[in-house]
């Protein structure tokens, strides 16, 4: 009877062990929720990027609007990329907000953008109901709608990882013209998010074998517009893809298009966030070593990749192309 009963408690500590090593592996092995996205024929990927754009059509939303749609019908793209700021002036009030339609649904009309978004969150968006803009009932009213804080989509060509970065910026947690903000799920322990979503990125990032890495969010790492360089970000982020050679940074949050190199590292850092109101003459730095275009006007961006190719355009609002470059890779990396 004794002996029974020993090995009955035996076998209960064992489960209770076992389960929390369980939930220790489950934590340490958590991966950002994943989107798979087909290539085209050839194997290639093209897609498009915008940010800093709802505004219900205003400050030439639309004219740019019809241009990505123009361009995205030559391309073939696969999907479009958000850098956030998705809808001004404070995001969303919640899921029957009527700006959702108004500055997405029945503004990017074009058959060639009826593609999957994915879309990160700008500060803007912050400064409304986050969980709303995070909500499946969008996805209903509009399938192409697919935003999340953090997350990866995989191609065969291409991982992007996508980054909340606005919990990194410490001027919203002291904001001196009171905006309000909606941080649940970062407050109270925003140390903790911030460590988590670096920790769950490094993870990913280290366990790709994606012939390209890109990494996106609304901040950008090096900018010469109006906001500069967020500096938490080259603190805690910049050593990540650094060490993890990845190879662009894409963001919006300043309303211009932008490229820049990286003094000591292969990083392309670019900027898409003149999908609608451009911040013209706002530029501070453009002798700075390293800035290869920056452009004060409304405009986008696009990418096509090959396992071997990189093509970049910067667009205005009428359709021209301002800037291009070109990345390649070797086939076969050295072993």
């Given at each position: 009877?004794?002996?029974?009963?020993?090995?009955?408690?035996?076998?209960?500590?064992?489960?209770?062990?076992?389960?929390?090593?369980?939930?220790?592996?489950?934590?340490?092995?958590?991966?950002?929720?994943?989107?798979?996205?087909?290539?085209?024929?050839?194997?290639?990927?093209?897609?498009?990027?915008?940010?800093?754009?709802?505004?219900?059509?205003?400050?030439?939303?639309?004219?740019?609007?019809?241009?990505?749609?123009?361009?995205?019908?030559?391309?073939?793209?696969?999907?479009?990329?958000?850098?956030?700021?998705?809808?001004?002036?404070?995001?969303?009030?919640?899921?029957?907000?009527?700006?959702?339609?108004?500055?997405?649904?029945?503004?990017?009309?074009?058959?060639?953008?009826?593609?999957?978004?994915?879309?990160v969150l700008g500060n803007h968006d912050y400064r409304g109901n986050v969980e709303a803009q995070l909500s499946h009932v969008f996805r209903k009213i509009d399938s192409r709608w697919i935003c999340l804080k953090s997350f990866?989509?995989?191609?065969?060509?291409?991982?992007?990882?996508?980054?909340?970065?606005?919990?990194?910026?410490?001027?919203?947690?002291?904001?001196?013209?009171?905006?309000?903000?909606?941080?649940?799920?970062?407050?109270?322990?925003?140390?903790?998010?911030?460590?988590?979503?670096?920790?769950?990125?490094?993870?990913?990032?280290?366990?790709?074998?994606?012939?390209?890495?890109?990494?996106?969010?609304?901040?950008?790492?090096?900018?010469?517009?109006?906001?500069?360089?967020?500096?938490?970000?080259?603190?805690?982020?910049?050593?990540?893809?650094?060490?993890?050679?990845?190879?662009?940074?894409?963001?919006?949050?300043?309303?211009?298009?932008?490229?820049?190199?990286?003094n000591d590292s292969p990083i392309q850092f670019l900027t898409s966030g003149a999908g609608s109101k451009a911040w013209r003459g706002d530029v501070k730095g453009l002798n700075r070593e390293g800035v290869k275009f920056f452009?004060?006007?409304?405009?986008?961006?696009?990418?096509?990749?090959?396992?071997?190719?990189?093509?970049?355009?910067?667009?205005?609002?009428?359709?021209?192309?301002?800037?291009?470059?070109?990345?390649?890779?070797?086939?076969?990396?050295?072993?």
């Amino acid at each position: 009877m004794g002996a029974s009963l020993c090995n009955k408690t035996m076998a209960l500590l064992c489960l209770v062990f076992m389960t929390t090593l369980n939930l220790c592996l489950v934590s340490i092995v958590a991966e950002l929720p994943k989107f798979h996205q087909t290539t085209n024929g050839d194997g290639s990927l093209s897609f498009l990027v915008i940010g800093d754009w709802g505004r219900r059509g205003a400050y030439n939303q639309s004219q740019v609007a019809l241009q990505m749609g123009r361009i995205g019908e030559k391309l073939d793209v696969n999907f479009v990329v958000s850098t956030g700021d998705n809808f001004y002036d404070n995001g969303l009030t919640g899921v029957d907000d009527v700006a959702f339609e108004e500055s997405f649904t029945k503004i990017y009309t074009a058959k060639s953008l009826q593609r999957p978004w994915y879309s990160v969150l700008g500060n803007h968006d912050y400064r409304g109901n986050v969980e709303a803009q995070l909500s499946h009932v969008f996805r209903k009213i509009d399938s192409r709608w697919i935003c999340l804080k953090s997350f990866l989509v995989n191609t065969e060509v291409a991982e992007l990882f996508f980054v909340d970065t606005n919990p990194f910026v410490d001027m919203y947690f002291n904001d001196p013209k009171d905006h309000k903000y909606d941080w649940r799920g970062v407050l109270p322990k925003r140390e903790k998010y911030i460590a988590n979503v670096l920790k769950d990125l490094d993870l990913a990032l280290s366990e790709s074998s994606a012939k390209w890495k890109i990494v996106v969010g609304h901040h950008a790492i090096r900018s010469v517009g109006h906001h500069g360089d967020t500096e938490e970000l080259v603190k805690q982020l910049l050593p990540i893809l650094k060490a993890n050679n990845v190879d662009l940074y894409i963001n919006g949050h300043d309303h211009c298009l932008e490229h820049i190199s990286d003094n000591d590292s292969p990083i392309q850092f670019l900027t898409s966030g003149a999908g609608s109101k451009a911040w013209r003459g706002d530029v501070k730095g453009l002798n700075r070593e390293g800035v290869k275009f920056f452009y004060d006007g409304q405009g986008f961006m696009s990418v096509k990749l090959t396992q071997t190719e990189a093509n970049f355009a910067f667009y205005d609002v009428s359709g021209k192309v301002l800037h291009r470059f070109d990345l390649s890779k070797p086939l076969y990396a050295d072993m």
